[in-house]
């Protein structure tokens, strides 16, 4: 609507178009007519979203130009380029400092270091309630006192709770400089604050303004120039000061919350209960207030055990009213920050604490609020300029885990029941929905994305699809255990339909065994035979592949032969028996193997699966080189080969992909078999190339380990040494035996 202008180009449209003064827009907005005035010549390019919005107001904007007006904020906010570091507790006093010595370092290198361009060091130390930013600040002021002989200033801003008037903490600087009164007596507020950036400008000090509002309180006390550093405090990361750098803080890390800690309890009482005390810290969500609290608990009370608290804390709806000691609460130090939030992002804050994983992105804001991700995405940044909400490099969100127990505590006492109901309900088909896109992606025949998406964005390609099913696992596997829970049998078997293939190329994830145990129940709920079948195919699979539980495997899959039986389905008849025949396989236990493969061999030949087909040839010549018949097996799986290879093949993309790779596997151990060292050597080679091109870790693991043993027949120690070192390297991804295998051919070679 507005094209590419700026924002103040925008407001100033708007407001003429009215035919509205500043003072009237003023009057209208609750924005101060200055603060107007700058936004309008450019001096504050990205003012807060919660100022826009007042500002939307008091023009009467309709939506699509309040929508067009916070869009050209959204334009000129800049990337974020913060220092992203751990956190310490603050202190009474800066002598029980614990931790924070990156950042140090890096305010002692600013205070070092002259300004190139001749504009003074202002940095800006943001961090949502309770995590050390004044700590921080007067630290770096007490250390860097020394080389800065004209004055060390703390000036409290109260941005919180009472800001403290920008002319009222220039006139405090200037008395702390030795302005006498007779002359600040003759000077407006405009001079004064002239004259304080002179002063400032001429003079080595340090200045700490702590705990400021917004950009506006610290804009005019602000030097321009000199060999002096301002260090800014604010729950907020005022992202419309210009040429200042940023220091954002979070949590502290383990390490440093059980640090402190022990160093307010004392080592002997902390050294006596080493592993509660690491657990109050988890506990306290590592943010230093509360660590603080928690530890004033105990030194107040002597008599109580460190793991008596542990218990008190545990009870996530007493927590934040646990942490309490005297005068210092957790809890009022988030409520000051939630109270100044617009009405849609205290909305938003509250039904954050509805997502199930460790962090977002702006679409979960846009699937619980129901609306666009721009939308979600304005109000989630001013969750972060407030502090309520932390922004990561990769573009996600964090809610701190005492901030989430805030924030489903104002969800209980100020929603209604039934629209917490539905936002738990759009963001859990926009998970689920949104996995069974994302997996039909690895499917042969990809499925159109569901109708009711919400206008979300799907998955566009298979490699946005892995990454979303991986980035957000934990949210759509809670949301699936949740639609278990609520009886949504025909959403939870949908979901896990969708798996079928992608699962093979995560095997080492850990949960497929409760994904699809899931869809079994769900499945027999449903009492549809298909389903059943199919389902418990796939929970065989994953017995089978991530947890070796081969005997159980079986009993599955037996149980799945049954009910595709009863479904008349060839395909799940013969897929049961393959898999029954891969846990025999690993059981050692050839005959049933050959006989359960050369089964589903015949019933896929008759009924023309040829999805099927390859996986059966394959086990059936395996078992037959495990019989001692390798040249047969060598026969049976060139059959497969010369099928995947044929111009008219039915299969393609990532099942053939698969099936390349296996086939190369098993013709490679077929050579080997008959002693055909290298030409096992070739087929191997072709088979760990496929599993790393498609990006099956587990596979190549196996096929580097094979790859090796060849080698080492043909004497070729170097590179078989390079292909066991590789297994080892694989660390989780690798099976156990695979790496064990790898260390004892390793410990057979000779030394280099």
Request: glycine share 8%; proline share 4%.
């Amino acid at each position: 609507m507005f094209g590419e202008k700026a924002f103040g180009a925008v407001l100033l449209g708007l407001r003429q178009q009215r035919r509205l003064t500043r003072e009237e827009l003023a009057e209208a907005s609750g924005v101060s007519v200055r603060a107007i005035g700058d936004m309008e010549r450019g001096r504050s390019r990205v003012p807060q979203r919660r100022t826009v919005v007042a500002l939307a107001d008091g023009l009467g904007l309709a939506d699509a130009e309040r929508e067009a007006l916070l869009a050209s904020v959204r334009a000129a906010r800049p990337t974020r380029s913060v220092v992203v570091a751990g956190t310490v507790v603050p202190p009474r006093s800066v002598g029980d400092f614990t931790g924070r010595e990156p950042e140090l370092a890096l305010l002692r290198e600013a205070a070092g270091r002259a300004p190139a361009d001749g504009k003074a060091a202002v940095w800006v130390v943001s961090g949502p309630p309770g995590c050390g930013k004044t700590t921080l600040a007067l630290k770096a002021a007490a250390d860097l006192r020394e080389k800065f002989p004209d004055g060390c200033f703390v000036v409290d801003l109260h941005g919180v709770d009472g800001p403290v008037d920008t002319g009222e903490a220039t006139l405090r600087l200037l008395k702390a400089l030795g302005v006498p009164d007779r002359r600040l007596a003759h000077e407006d507020p405009q001079g004064r604050a002239g004259l304080l950036r002179a002063l400032l400008g001429g003079r080595r000090c340090l200045v700490v303004l702590d705990n400021a509002r917004d950009e506006e309180q610290v804009r005019t006390l602000l030097p321009t120039g000199g060999r002096g550093l301002v260090l800014i405090t604010s729950r907020r990361s005022l992202t419309g000061l210009p040429d200042v750098h940023r220091l954002a803080l979070s949590e502290m890390t383990q390490d440093e919350a059980v640090a402190l800690l022990r160093r307010i309890l004392g080592e002997e009482r902390a050294e006596a209960e080493a592993e509660a005390v690491g657990r109050v810290a988890e506990l306290c969500g590592r943010l230093p207030l509360a660590l603080r609290v928690a530890a004033n608990w105990l030194t107040v009370r002597s008599g109580w055990t460190v793991d008596r608290l542990v218990r008190r804390l545990a009870d996530e709806e007493r927590r934040l009213g646990a942490l309490a000691a005297g005068d210092v609460r957790v809890e009022p130090a988030f409520e000051l920050s939630y109270r100044q939030l617009t009405a849609q992002a205290a909305h938003m804050l509250r039904l954050l604490s509805l997502v199930p994983g460790p962090d977002m992105t702006a679409a979960y804001g846009a699937a619980l609020t129901g609306t666009g991700v721009p939308q979600a995405e304005d109000v989630m940044e001013e969750l972060v300029e407030a502090g309520l909400l932390q922004a990561t490099f990769t573009g996600r969100y964090q809610l701190h885990d005492l901030l989430r127990l805030f924030a489903r505590t104002r969800l209980s006492g100020e929603e209604e029941p039934g629209e917490r109901e539905a936002a738990d309900e759009r963001l859990r088909v926009w998970l689920l929905e949104t996995a069974v896109v994302a997996g039909r992606w690895y499917q042969p025949t990809y499925g159109a994305a569901p109708s009711s998406g919400q206008g979300l964005a799907a998955p566009e390609s298979a490699e946005q699809a892995r990454a979303w099913l991986r980035n957000e696992a934990p949210a759509w596997l809670a949301a699936l255990r949740d639609a278990a829970r609520r009886n949504d049998h025909t959403r939870v078997v949908e979901t896990a339909h969708a798996m079928e293939w992608f699962c093979d190329l995560w095997v080492h994830w850990g949960h497929w065994p409760e994904v699809f145990g899931l869809a079994v129940e769900a499945a027999a709920a449903l009492d549809d035979p298909y389903m059943r079948a199919f389902h418990l195919n796939c929970h065989s699979w994953a017995l089978t592949t991530c947890e070796q539980r081969y005997r159980e495997a079986i009993e599955r899959a037996d149980e799945a032969l049954e009910h595709a039986r009863r479904a008349q389905d060839p395909h799940q008849q013969a897929s049961a028996l393959i898999l029954a025949a891969s846990a025999h396989q690993q059981l050692g236990d050839a005959r049933s193997v050959a006989d359960k493969a050369f089964s589903a061999v015949e019933l896929s030949e008759d009924a023309d699966l040829h999805e099927v087909w390859p996986q059966a040839v394959r086990l059936y010549g395996t078992a037959l080189r495990l019989l001692g018949h390798a040249e047969e097996a060598l026969a049976q799986h060139q059959r497969v080969a010369d099928f995947l290879d044929a111009a008219d093949c039915p299969l393609s993309g990532l099942v053939a992909d698969v099936f390349r790779a296996h086939t190369y596997q098993v013709l490679g151990l077929d050579y080997a078999a008959l002693g055909r060292w290298r030409e096992a050597v070739d087929h191997h080679r072709r088979a760990q190339a496929q599993s790393r091109r498609i990006g099956m870790p587990h596979r190549e693991a196996e096929q580097l380990l094979d790859l090796g043993e060849a080698l080492i027949q043909l004497g070729e120690t170097t590179e078989a040494r390079s292909c066991l070192r590789q297994v080892l390297a694989f660390g989780d991804a690798a099976l156990d035996k695979e790496s064990k295998a790898a260390q004892r051919l390793l410990d057979t070679l000779p030394a280099t």
